[in-house]
Nanobody
Framework: QVQVVESGGGLVQPGGSLRLSCAAS????????MGWYRQAPGKQRELVAF???????NYGDSAKGRFTISRDNAMNKVYLQMNSLKPEDTAVYYC?????????WGQGTQVTVSS
């Protein structure tokens, strides 16, 4: 079993910054990668950023130039630094760990961008 836990969400004003953290534990040998997705009300879940075990990163269009994904060397924690936040970034942000090509999701953390 793999457990995934996110933290760091909250309320931030437009133009502000927020850092999300995600920790994976359990049977995480052969980790393929970890990443962040988000889902706004009435919309489909979308990719924000993903980092592979080899260090390759992939960003969704909405995140390019504003968000940065990083990881620890043990590859069991990932972080999402979000800058220049906009109201349209408001969503539940989910962390996903891919182990042996199987995805495991966290419960999600709410990010609200509002004045």
């Amino acid at each position: 079993q793999v457990q995934v836990v996110e933290s760091g969400g909250g309320l931030v004003q437009p133009g502000g910054s927020l850092r999300l953290s995600c920790a994976a534990s359990g049977s995480i040998f052969n980790m393929n990668g970890m990443g962040w997705y988000r889902q706004a009300p009435g919309k489909q879940r979308e990719l924000v950023a993903f980092i592979s075990s080899g260090g390759n990163t992939n960003y969704g269009d909405s995140a390019k130039g504003r968000f940065t994904i990083s990881r620890d060397n043990a590859m069991n924690k990932v972080y999402l630094q979000m800058n220049s936040l906009k109201p349209e970034d408001t969503a539940v942000y989910y962390c996903k760990a891919v182990v042996k090509f199987t995805g495991y999701w966290g419960q999600g953390t709410q990010v609200t961008v509002s004045s």
